[in-house]
């Protein structure tokens, strides 16, 4: 890996659980994470690419299909124990 003598500081928020269970890694591989960042940054200099795919799970993609079968759904609270039995009730209507 080559070294410069000018830095860059690179600040990012990360939710952080990630950040924990990443950092968890980074030490059971012996690194902290400026030198993973490092590497990373690296590896997609020196290929053009990000050096891993970047696709949806297939859990992830049955997700967003859901989420998008539910859109435009009527969407109404239910707060109460009556008000649970009206909407069964109302249901069994159909």
Do not use: C, H
């Amino acid at each position: 890996m080559q070294s410069s003598t000018k830095k860059k500081r690179i600040q990012v928020q990360l939710d952080q659980t990630i950040a924990d269970n990443a950092t968890m890694v980074f030490e059971e591989l012996g690194i902290n994470p400026t030198t993973a960042i490092t590497l990373f940054y690296s590896r997609v200099a020196a290929e053009g690419k990000l050096p891993f795919d970047v696709a949806l799970t297939e859990r992830e993609k049955a997700n967003l299909a859901l989420t998008d079968a539910f859109k435009g759904l009527p969407n109404e609270e239910i707060a109460t124990d009556q008000e649970l039995k009206d909407w069964i009730n109302e249901s069994e209507e159909y």
